[in-house]
Nanobody, 125 residues
Framework: QVQLVESGGGLVQAGGSLRLSCAAS????????MGWFRQAPGKEREFVAT????????YYIDSVKGRFTTSRDNAKSTLYLQMNLLKPEDTAVYYCAASESQSPAGISAYDINYWGKGTLVTVSS
């Protein structure tokens, strides 16, 4: 059983930056494709980014390309999401996710085996 714990959320003004971290335990971190999802109030959970087991392939939702960067440190069993140029529409609970899928392409919430509890990011205008 893999446990995922997010940290780094908070309140930031539009144009600012935050760095989210996700610490994993209870499994072999490099076995999993890792990802970030988010859920805004009243909306469905949506994919933000996925990263392959050794970080050779990364996908982003179009709305965050050029602003968000995900990375992973397998030695530390930690996933990161650097968020720059934040916008009010980025406000959401951000979830760390682990998947046993074979490819990071096309991953949806249905492909996730383990979820973190989420961390709230609020971007004020």
């Amino acid at each position: 059983q893999v446990q995922l714990v997010e940290s780094g959320g908070g309140l930031v003004q539009a144009g600012g930056s935050l760095r989210l971290s996700c610490a994993a335990s209870g499994g072999t971190f490099s076995r999993y494709i890792m990802g970030w999802f988010r859920q805004a109030p009243g909306k469905e959970r949506e994919f933000v980014a996925t990263i392959s087991r050794f970080a050779e392939i990364i996908y982003y939702i179009d709305s965050v390309k050029g602003r968000f960067t995900t990375s992973r440190d397998n030695a530390k069993s930690t996933l990161y999401l650097q968020m720059n140029l934040l916008k009010p529409e980025d406000t959401a609970v951000y979830y760390c996710a682990a998947s046993e899928s074979q490819s990071p392409a096309g991953i949806s919430a249905y492909d996730i085996n383990y979820w973190g509890k989420g961390t709230l990011v609020t971007v004020s205008s």
